[in-house]
C-alpha cells in the first residue's frame, strides 16, 4: 500500500519541478534585455531602466511604448516637483526664495500639463504633436532651474531640485526615444 501513494507523489513533484521554470519564465518578461538594450542608446540608462521596469504591467516593448512610459515618469517628476515648489512657497517669507519657487510652482504644473498632452498624443500616435508637447514641457523645466539660478543667494530645495533634474534626464531619454520611433 505505501508504495501505491509513493508513485503519484513522486508524479506530482515531478511535474512541479518540470513546470516551475515554465511558470517562472511566464511572470517574468522574457524581453528585459530589449529595454536594458533600447536604454542604453539614452544618456541616462540607469534611469530608463528604472522607470520602464517600474511598470510591470506594460504589454510589448516597442519604442513607442517605452517612449510612453518615460513621458509617464517625466510627468510624475513635474507633477510632484509642482506640488513641493507650492507647499514651499505657502511657508516661506524670504522674497526671493519665494519668486523662484512661485516660478517653479507656475512652471512645472504646465511642464505636467504638456507631458500629459504629450501622453494622449502617445496614445493617438500623434508622434510629431507629443514629441513638440514634450519640448514645452521641458521648457518649463529649464525654466524652474533658471528662477534659482537667477535668484542672488537662493538654495535650490534639494526635494525640489531632484525632482527637476529627474525630470530634465527624463527629457534627455524621452527625445532619443522620439528618433528611433519609425515613421
Known sequence: MPSSRFLPMCFLFS?????????????????????????????HPDICIRCIKSDTSRGTDDISELTYEILFCMMSEATHGHEFADVLAQQTTEPYLLRALKTCNVSLFSASNDLTDSLMRM??????????DLVSADMGVERCLEAFVKQPIVTFPPQLSSHVDLAARYYDVAHVFFGLIPG
Open 123 to 132: 496614445e493617438g500616435e500623434d508622434y510629431r504633436k507629443a514629441e513638440s
Open 15 to 43: 511535474f512541479f519541478l518540470v513546470s516551475l521554470p515554465l511558470l517562472i519564465s511566464c511572470i517574468r518578461p522574457a524581453d528585459v534585455p530589449e529595454v536594458d538594450k533600447e536604454c542604453a542608446k539614452t544618456p
